[in-house]
């Protein structure tokens, strides 16, 4: 089992920025890739990123390309999502998620065993 904890959600104005935690505990963390999801009100969970389980690929949605940055440090046994040039539409709920499947870029959530709680995030106009 791998026990997940996001933080770092918030209120912020379009154009500023967050940077999202997800602390891991239980299981080895580098034998994990990662990836952070959202879900709006009313919609389906979306990908929005994944990195592999050293750190050395990242994929994105290409929603969030060349906004959102996602790392990774093993030593701490956290993922992180820094979020620049936010805007309306990125407010959702963030989860983030640890896969056991080679195919966790896929951007399907399906790919995924363990999710954490989720942080709000809400960007204002």
């Known amino acids: 089992q791998v026990q997940l904890v996001e933080s770092g959600g918030g209120l912020v104005q379009a154009g500023g920025s967050l940077r999202l935690s997800c602390a891991a505990s239980?299981?080895?963390?580098?034998?994990?890739?990662m990836g952070w999801f959202r879900q709006a009100p009313g919609k389906e969970r979306e990908f929005v990123a994944a990195?592999?389980?050293?750190?050395?690929?990242?994929y994105y949605a290409d929603s969030v390309k060349g906004r959102f940055t996602i790392s990774r440090d093993n030593a701490k046994n956290t993922v992180y999502l820094q979020m620049n040039s936010l805007k309306p539409e990125d407010t959702a709920v963030y989860y983030c998620?640890?896969?056991?499947?080679?195919?966790?870029?896929?951007?399907?959530?399906?790919?995924?065993?363990?999710w954490g709680q989720g942080t709000r995030v809400s960007v204002s106009s």
């Open positions: 998620a640890a896969s056991q499947s080679l195919d966790y870029a896929s951007g399907s959530s399906s790919k995924y065993t363990y």
């Open positions: 990195i592999s389980w050293a750190g050395g690929r990242t």
């Open positions: 239980g299981r080895t963390f580098s034998n994990y890739p």
